[in-house]
């Protein structure tokens, strides 16, 4: 008896979509931990993504849609970076806490 096995064309779309992913996650959200931070990050249902104290030296990416809600903690030591452009915290922050939604677009705005 022979067995069936996957041949290459079956797997194409897995490869066909990883090869699509540097083009998605350069309209992503980033942060780039320059410093201990903590974070709060929500999803638009609701449900906490991540929440607690990010290292210094940690990265973190999402696309656009995955977020809705962002609250770092010492955003003086974070650098966020939308579609790969850095994003300037300051009128999102007070004391050193930036608060922002983030559209499904990625956009920022004040929360």
Known sequence: QETQRPTAPERAPVVASLASLPAQSASALSLRMNGDSWVEIVAPDG??????LVASGSQRHYGNGEVARMVIGNASAVEVLQAG???DLQPFRRANVARFTVSSDGSLAPE
């Open 85 to 87: 452009q850095a994003v």
């Open 47 to 52: 449900r906490t993504i991540e929440q607690g």
